[in-house]
C-alpha cells in the first residue's frame, strides 16, 4: 500500500470513531459551553449570549449595592464535593486492597468466580441499588436492627447521614477499585514478598516498601476510576443524603431542574469538568514521569 | 576439627495432604561450611531450604540454628539470607537500594549502610552500577546483587536455590569460583541447593544426597563420588555401569562377587549382609582400554562410540553385558575404534563397588 492510499485508509477508517466522538461528546460539551456563556431565561430556559456573569456567580453575589460581593456557599459545595470524593477513594482503597489480595491468592479455579461476584452489583440499575441502602439504612431497617442486636444504644436514623452517603457511595464504586488493584497483586511475584521477609521486613514494611510501590499503577488507576464518577455523583447525595447536603451533581441537577438557572447550572458543570480534567493530566503526568525513571 | 554447629536437623519430615516430601531427615551442618543438598526434582530439597528459611514449617522433627529453636520465629526474624532461584531483586529499587533494604530493616543508621552497600558492591564487583536498576542488568549481573543483598546483613547462614540454573554454560562456571570464593572470604555458612551434580561436586566441603524424601548419603564429594552408599547415589551422581553380580561372601567392608564375565573379584560393598544377589558398580573412566588397561583384562567388541573431545566414550560388549567405558584422548593422534572392532578392556577392583540392591 503507498502512502497516499495508507492515509485515505486512515481517515475513513477513523471517520467512524470521529463521527460518534463528535456526535456524543464534542459537541454535547460544546452546547454546555455555550449554554454557560448564556443568559438566564425569565421563564427558565436561556437566551444566547456571551457572558461570564454564571461563572462570577460560582464565587460572588450582587448585593444589595449592585456591588460584588464573595460568597463562599458554592465554594464550600465544591469543597465537600471533592472532600467526599477524596474520602470515597480512600475507603475503596483500604477495602480493596484486602479483598484483591484474597482473590489473588485464592485457588485458581475459583479466581473468575470471586472476580464476577464483584462485578455482580453492575448488573443492577444504579438506582435500584442505592434504593436497596435506603431500605437497609432506613427506619427499622437491617441496619439499625444489626446495630441494636449488637448492644448499639438507641440511634434516630442512619439515613440523611454523611455516613449513609459515604456507604452508597463506595458501595457503588468500588467494583472499579477492585478490579485494577486485583489486576497489579495478581501480577506481583510471591517471590519478592518472601524476599522482604528474609531479608528482615515484617509485615509492614513489606506492604509499605515491596506491595505499595509495586501496585501503585493499579491503585492510581483505581483511585481515578472512583473518584472521577465519585465527584458528580447526583444520587446518593439525594437519596441517601436525603438533599441536605449539596453536592456539585445536585447542584447541577437543581439548577436545570427546579432552579431554573441553565447557564448557572451549565457553569457549574464545566468547572466540574474542569476538576476531572486536572485529576486526570496530573496522573498523565505522573505516569509519564515514572515511566521514564523505569526506563533510565 | 571443632567447629560450631550452624545448623542442626533432627528428624524433620514434611508432608503435602498425602505427599510425603521429606522423611525424618536428620543432619548438621557446621560453621563456614559449603554445604550442598543435591538432589532430583522433587527430593525435597527446596522443602527443606525453606524451612531453614522459614517460609515453611515441619510436620514434625526440628530445627536449629546455631544451637537455638527456630520454628516459633518467623523469616524475618532468623539470621538466614536468601538467594532465590529467580534472584527476586525489587525492580523498584536501585540496585544500592536493594542491598540496603536488608541493614534498613536491621536499624543500621546511614553511615554504615552506606558502607557496607559499597564493600558489598565491590566484592561482587558491581560498584559502577549502584543507581543502576535491575532491569537493566544481565542474568549474571542479577546474580551479584541477589548475593551481596543477600551477604550484606552478615547473616549466619546464606541460603542458595540453585542460583546458577538460570545462567548460559560459560557463566555457570565463572560463577562457582565466585562463589566458593566468597564463602572463604566471607567465613559465612552455605547451604546450596542444586540438582546438577558437577555444580554439587566442584564447590562443597560436604554434600547431603536426596533422593525420596530421603537422606541417601552425606559426604565429600570425593566419598559421594568414589564410594557411593547405594544405587540411587551412584546412579545420580556422574555416570557408571551396573553389572549384576552374586555375592559369594561379605567380609567386613569387603565383599567377594561372581560377575558374569566368569571373574572372581573382591571389592569395597555397601549395606551388605551375606551372599545373595548384588550390583557392581564400575564407572566408565575407571575401565581403561587397549593401552589404558590395566588391573582385571576382559576381551569385548566395541558397539558404540561417542565422541567428546577431551574423552571418547565406547560401549563395549563383553560377554553379553554392555559396558560404557571412558577413554581419555591423552595425545593427538590416539587410536579410535570403530564399532565392531575387538578390544581389550581392563579394570582394577579396587576401583569397583559392591552396592545392595
Known amino acids: 500500500m503507498n502512502m497516499k492510499a495508507l492515509k485515505t485508509f486512515r481517515f475513513w477508517g477513523l471517520a467512524p470513531t470521529w463521527l460518534l466522538m463528535g456526535l456524543t461528546l464534542i459537541i454535547p460539551i460544546g452546547i454546555v459551553a455555550g449554554v454557560s456563556l448564556g443568559d438566564r431565561g425569565p421563564y427558565g430556559g436561556f437566551d444566547w449570549a456571551l457572558n461570564f456573569s454564571s461563572y462570577r456567580e460560582i464565587l460572588f453575589t450582587m448585593g444589595w449595592t449592585d456591588e460584588l460581593e464573595f460568597d463562599p456557599k458554592y465554594l464550600a459545595i465544591i469543597g465537600r464535593t471533592l472532600a467526599y470524593g477524596l474520602a470515597t477513594t480512600a475507603i475503596c482503597m483500604a477495602l480493596s486492597v484486602p479483598v484483591a489480595y484474597v482473590i489473588a491468592n485464592a485457588r485458581e479455579n475459583w479466581k473468575p468466580l470471586l472476580v464476577y461476584l464483584v462485578t455482580l452489583p453492575f448488573w443492577v440499575s444504579m438506582i435500584v441499588r442505592v434504593y436497596a441502602w435506603l431500605i437497609i439504612l432506613g427506619n427499622e431497617g437491617l441496619a439499625e436492627k444489626a446495630w441494636k442486636l449488637l448492644g448499639g444504644g438507641d440511634v434516630d436514623t442512619f439515613l440523611f447521614t454523611p455516613g449513609a452517603m459515604l456507604t452508597g457511595m463506595v458501595y457503588s464504586y468500588i467494583p472499579l477499585m477492585v478490579l485494577p488493584v486485583y489486576a497489579a497483586i495478581e501480577k506481583l511475584d510471591p517471590a519478592l514478598l518472601e524476599a522482604s521477609h528474609d531479608l528482615y521486613g515484617n509485615r509492614w514494611t513489606t506492604l509499605r516498601r515491596v506491595i505499595l510501590p509495586l501496585t501503585w499503577p493499579g491503585l492510581s488507576a483505581g483511585a481515578i476510576l472512583v473518584f472521577v464518577p465519585a465527584i458528580g455523583t447526583v444520587l446518593e447525595p439525594m437519596l441517601l443524603g436525603g438533599g441536605k447536603q449539596m453536592m456539585m451533581g445536585t447542584l447541577i441537577q437543581t439548577q436545570f431542574g427546579g432552579g431554573r438557572n441553565w447557564p448557572f447550572g451549565a457553569a457549574v458543570a464545566m468547572v466540574l469538568m474542569a476538576l476531572v480534567v486536572i485529576v486526570l493530566i496530573l496522573n498523565a503526568r505522573r505516569a509519564a514521569s515514572a515511566g521514564k525513571e523505569a526506563a533510565a | ?357
Open chain 2, 1 to 357: 576439627m571443632a567447629r560450631g554447629k550452624a545448623v542442626e536437623v533432627y528428624n524433620v519430615s514434611k508432608s503435602f495432604g498425602t505427599y510425603q516430601a521429606l522423611d525424618e531427615v536428620s543432619f548438621t551442618i557446621h560453621e563456614n561450611e559449603f554445604f550442598t543438598l543435591l538432589g532430583p526434582s522433587g527430593c525435597g530439597k527446596t522443602t527443606l531450604l525453606r524451612m531453614i528459611a522459614g517460609f515453611e514449617s515441619p510436620s514434625e522433627g526440628a530445627i536449629l540454628l546455631s544451637g537455638q529453636e527456630i520454628e516459633t520465629l518467623p523469616p524475618h526474624k532468623r539470621r538466614v539470607n536468601t538467594v532465590f532461584q529467580s534472584y527476586a531483586l525489587f525492580p523498584h529499587m536501585t540496585l544500592a537500594q536493594n542491598i540496603a533494604f536488608g541493614l534498613e530493616n536491621l536499624g543500621w543508621d546511614r553511615k554504615r549502610r552506606e558502607a557496607r552497600v559499597a564493600e558489598m558492591l565491590e566484592l561482587v564487583h558491581m560498584a559502577p552500577f549502584a543507581a543502576r536498576r535491575p532491569a537493566q542488568l544481565s542474568g549474571g549481573q542479577r546474580q551479584r546483587i541477589a548475593l551481596a543483598r543477600a551477604l550484606a546483613p552478615e547473616p549466619k547462614v546464606l541460603l542458595l536455590d540453585e542460583p546458577l540454573s538460570a545462567l548460559d554454560l560459560k557463566l555457570r562456571q565463572a560463577m562457582r569460583d565466585e562463589l566458593r570464593s566468597l564463602q572463604k572470604k566471607t567465613g559465612i555458612t552455605f547451604i546450596f541447593v542444586t540438582h546438577d551434580q558437577e555444580e554439587a561436586l566442584d564447590m562443597s566441603d560436604r554434600i547431603c544426597v536426596l533422593g525420596n524424601g530421603r537422606i541417601q548419603q552425606i559426604g565429600s564429594p570425593s566419598e559421594i563420588y568414589e564410594d557411593p552408599a547405594n544405587r540411587f547415589v551412584a546412579d545420580f551422581i556422574g555416570e557408571t555401569n551396573f553389572i549384576e553380580t552374586e555375592v559369594l561372601s561379605v567380609q567386613g567392608e569387603m565383599a567377594r562377587v561372581r560377575t558374569p564375565f566368569g571373574l572372581e573379584i573382591t571389592a569395597r560393598q555397601k549395606g551388605l549382609t551375606g551372599p545373595g544377589p548384588a550390583t557392581l558398580s564400575l564407572r566408565p573412566e575407571k575401565i581403561g582400554m587397549e593401552a589404558q588397561a590395566d588391573g582385571w583384562m576382559l576381551e569385548g567388541t566395541v558397539s558404540g562410540r561417542n565422541y567428546m573431545g577431551g574423552y571418547t566414550h565406547y560401549t563395549v560388549d563383553v560377554s553379553g553385558q554392555s559396558l560404557r567405558v571412558s577413554r581419555r584422548n591423552s595425545l593427538s593422534h590416539a587410536d579410535s575404534y570403530a564399532p565392531g572392532q575387538p578390544v581389550t578392556i581392563g579394570f582394577r577392583e579396587d576401583s569397583a563397588r559392591v552396592l545392595a540392591r
